[in-house]
């Protein structure tokens, strides 16, 4: 079993910036965070994950060259940074546990989720 527990969401501006962290517990040894949001009536998407195993990220088109992950040296926390907010990052955010190779993060590929934490973006 796998805990992860976000945190750092909020109602930011347009433009303005928020750093979103996930804490992972338990058996965590395998897996690998991925970093996925769910805006209001729709699926949830991958937008980012680090491997656990070579640290390489991979990132959504949609979040590309404004979000950045990153991890400490267990790879037991990840955080978010998140630059340059638009209306339509405007989601539920989770952090879950599973595979992070080649291309970023697809859910059925995650075994545990956060509960998740919403971020508003709003003038």
């Known amino acids: 079993q796998v805990q992860l527990v976000e945190s750092g969401g909020g109602v930011v501006q347009p433009g303005n910036s928020l750093r979103l962290s996930c804490t992972a517990s338990?058996?965590?040894?395998?897996?690998?965070i991925g970093w996925f949001r769910q805006p209001p009536g729709k699926e949830r998407e991958g937008i980012a994950c680090?491997?656990?195993?070579?640290?390489?990220?991979y990132y959504a088109d949609s979040v590309k060259g404004r979000f950045t992950i990153s991890r400490d040296n267990t790879g037991n926390t990840v955080e978010l940074q998140m630059n340059s907010l638009e209306p339509d990052d405007t989601a539920v955010y989770y952090c879950g546990a599973g595979l992070c190779f080649g291309t970023t993060p697809r859910a059925y590929e995650y075994d545990y989720w956060g509960a998740g934490t919403q971020v508003t973006v709003s003038s």
């Open positions: 680090i491997s656990k195993t070579d640290g390489r990220k």
């Open positions: 338990g058996e965590t040894s395998g897996y690998s």
